[in-house]
């Protein structure tokens, strides 16, 4: 990938020791975007789990993923082994997924118009629970419906390297590290570029100890 790219990236911002990374064409890392908001966020991932409970899915290809994942919005990110798709009911219990609470609604739409994206309304939150040791490999997120709006992802808790290639599978990716309270958000050109989370390391958090959770905010439907 070049870097002649990086054109029509928004400017970087500072405020209260925020600002914006430009890691992509139309992709940004808003450092500490959420910080303020942690607790709020935590809290309200809690409430999510009680009636949604974190789970490993299985791949298409029958492997068990690693990383534990529930959704809350009006549909949910789900895999099994008929493949991948969005549903609007949690397939463990049959019901509707969790209403995607304010504070997470606000705070995505928040980050999408710092990073260049207003008007983004999400209906799909998918939640990610990593331990030490846990991966995501690299994909492309392709399942929605509507590709022109980004997708926002938020880092809470034990910092992970985020890894963000281009628009082919091959494209060696760059190495971002995530910390607590950072938002990466990519779309427009970089919309479909290959992404991952490398095997994330031992350490213990203030707020989430040995976790990171993770915040994937998308339009589905
Ligand atoms: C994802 O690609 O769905 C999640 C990425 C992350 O955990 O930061
Ligand atoms: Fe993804």
Same mark, same amino acid.
């Given at each position: 990938m070049t870097f002649d790219l990086f054109d029509n990236l928004p400017e970087p911002d500072s405020r209260g020791g925020e600002h914006s990374e430009a890691i992509g064409p139309g992709a940004v890392v808003l450092r500490g975007f959420a910080l303020s908001r942690a607790l709020a966020l935590r809290q309200a991932i809690e409430q999510v789990h009680a009636q949604a409970p974190f789970r490993h899915l299985v791949t298409p290809g029958g492997f068990r993923m690693s990383v534990a994942m529930t959704n809350c919005g009006t549909l949910g990110w789900v895999s099994d082994e008929r493949g991948y798709r969005y549903d609007p009911n949690d397939p463990d219990s049959g019901r509707p997924w969790p209403a995607m609470p304010a504070v997470f609604v606000e705070l995505a739409r928040e980050a999408a118009a710092a990073a260049g994206y207003p008007g983004f309304v999400p209906d799909a939150c998918l939640i990610n629970r990593y331990t030490p040791g846990t991966r995501l490999s690299l994909?492309?997120?392709?399942?929605?419906?509507? @590709?022109?709006? *980004?997708? &926002?992802?938020?880092? @809470?808790?034990? *910092?992970? &390297?985020?890894?963000?290639?281009?628009?082919?599978?091959?494209?060696?990716?760059?190495r971002i590290r995530v910390a607590h309270g950072d938002i990466v958000v990519w779309g427009g050109p970089s919309r479909l570029f290959y992404h991952g989370i490398a095997p994330l390391a031992d350490g213990d958090h203030p707020l989430l100890g040995t976790l990171r959770l993770n915040l994937t905010f998308r339009k589905a439907g």
């Open positions: 994909h492309q997120d392709r399942n929605e419906r509507d @590709l022109h709006a *980004p997708i &926002v992802s938020v880092s @809470l808790g034990l *910092p992970a &390297v985020f890894l963000f290639g281009g628009a082919r599978r091959a494209d060696r990716p760059a």
